[in-house]
């Protein structure tokens, strides 16, 4: 088996990979931010971009009528293809396919949101990463009706109390909101692990020691900061 990074984490290591993320954002400050931007209705059709082990269609899939996942990795999937099964989300549908190329009729949605996604695209393609950002986010657009919304959530620092980026994040993320019209939001989203043996196995492989000193030991565990921005934009009604 490899070695736990961020590399082979999304291929290779779904499992830790949901071990981390269930851990994240223990006070729920995530949906309820979410449900500030795009209040549910229980009937609202939506996709989201990069799914992985379906950790936002968790948070979705009790307040929208219907919800497409699709994620590029088929080991992520698998996980939330069981979360699904397990949960008995029979309005949710996962499946395989690239975010700059979605297998969908344009208009299909009410809204669109991907997390810990789109940030991965520029990662990946670090010489041309305006470009494929842009083709994910013209997708978005072409798959949510005139009027819809789009929603996009990503890091602003892990151990961090306040937004903290590396240049390359804010590079992307001033794209997002000087070209590409998105407004921000930051909010916190801490980790709460209840075991040493939870941050051996998966935090100090992926952020390193340095976070050991960032730990705030409560009477449940273990608290790691968390700052987690989200970007939303209407698409335009047409007259």
């Not at 949901?18 to 309820?32: A, K």
């Not at 008995?88 to 208009?107: C, E």
């Not at 929603?151 to 070209?179: A, M, Q, W």
Request: charged share 25%; glycine share 10%; proline share 5%.
């Amino acid at each position: 088996m490899s070695e736990l990074n961020w590399d082979t984490l999304y291929s290779d290591h779904a499992e830790a990979y949901e071990v981390l993320v269930s851990h994240e954002d223990y006070r729920g400050n995530l949906p309820r931010t979410i449900q500030s931007i795009q209040p549910p209705d229980g009937n609202q059709v939506v996709v989201e971009f990069g799914c992985g082990t379906g950790r936002v269609n968790g948070l979705l899939a009790g307040c929208v009528g219907k919800l497409y996942g699709f994620d590029l990795t088929r080991s992520m999937l698998r996980v939330a293809y069981q979360k699904r099964i397990l949960q008995g989300w029979k309005h949710v549908f996962q499946v395989q396919a690239d975010s700059r190329r979605m297998p969908l009729r344009p208009g299909l949605a009410d809204f669109a949101i991907e997390g810990w996604a789109f940030l991965q695209i520029a990662v990946w393609h670090p010489d041309d990463w305006q470009n494929q950002l842009g083709r994910a986010l013209a997708e978005m657009g072409r798959v949510v009706r005139p009027g819809g919304r789009l929603i996009l959530i990503e890091t602003l620092g892990t151990g961090e109390s306040s937004p903290k980026v590396i240049p390359f994040y804010r590079e992307v993320y001033d794209f997002l909101e000087k070209s590409a019209g998105f407004t921000p939001l930051a909010i916190r989203t801490d980790y709460r692990f209840e075991t040493m043996e939870q941050i051996q196995r998966v935090v100090l492989p992926l952020f390193g020691p340095e976070m050991l000193e960032r730990l705030v030991e409560t009477g449940a565990g273990w608290v790691l900061p968390e700052c987690t921005g989200l970007w939303w934009r209407d698409m335009v009604k047409m007259e």
